[in-house]
């Protein structure tokens, strides 16, 4: 092989990763440059500003009745929402990876598609099904059940704009796995739901609990569907993100900001869950979750 013309030798590539220690700079201080301008300077404000008058306002801006009842229904709507969607994940999850039907990649548009809608336009779309003026609406009303301007619709809102979420986690992860180990443990004479229990839930524990992580996260931050059908009432119909808006509006900073700060708190939280199960468990995220 010594003896081969120049042009048969294998060409000498070089190694993608390799730069000069000057462009390796270069890219680490532009991506630090960016997320100090989009991350770090608005959540370094958002603290600011909430504190800039003392804990003790801060403190008082949140004993308000308002901001408390706000808390408590952006609480109860991710309570109720996430895990609706985590069951709705699953069982569309189970769905599409282990059944072989016509139509299947239209059912992963639709899946899709709060990604690519307007929340404005989720918002509308359940007030003008369900609003007091439509056919079921009206009947739900007359009963004493009202969807819009109320908590049902809220939590609708919000199961839809967050419903992609755990599903699309969880079908990477089933497609990649297959389908050996259920129909192993059929066939041995298990049950669908000791199959589901025993050997589907565990393979895909950890990408469930991403999905439900971020879903819980959106949940609790969505703006635009909510406000189109909560009707932003006080004290009764008005999240987090409303209230905070409501507040700045009017030019309660302080108010405004030190219940923007407690959202973020609670995004931080969820953040940190995540990074704390993945250092903990970094071996089996890595079987679990090479997608």
Known sequence: MSD???TLRPATFRPAAEETPLVRRLLIGSVLAVLALLLFAPLVTVFYEALRKGWWEAASSLSDPEGLAAIRLTLTVAAIAVP??????IAAAWFITKYD??????????????FSVSPVVVGLCVVLTFGANTWIGGLLTEAGYPIVFALPGIVLASMIVTFPFVARELIPVMVEQGRAEEE???????????????VTLPNIRWALLYGVLLCNARAMGEFGAVAVVSGKIRGQTATMP????????????????????????????TLGLKTFLEIRHADALAATRRH
Do not use: H
């Open 184 to 198: 192993a443990a059929l066939t041995l004479g298990a049950s669908g739901w000791r199959t589901f229990r025993t």
């Open 242 to 269: 409303i209230t905070i808006e409501m507040l700045y509006n009017e030019y309660l900073s302080v108010a405004a900001f030190t219940l923007a700060a407690v959202l973020a708190c609670l995004a931080f939280l």
């Open 101 to 114: 039907f016509r139509g299947k990649a239209v059912l992963l548009t639709l899946i899709d598609l709060p």
């Open 84 to 89: 609706l969607n985590a069951i709705f994940g």
């Open 4 to 6: 081969a013309p120049a």
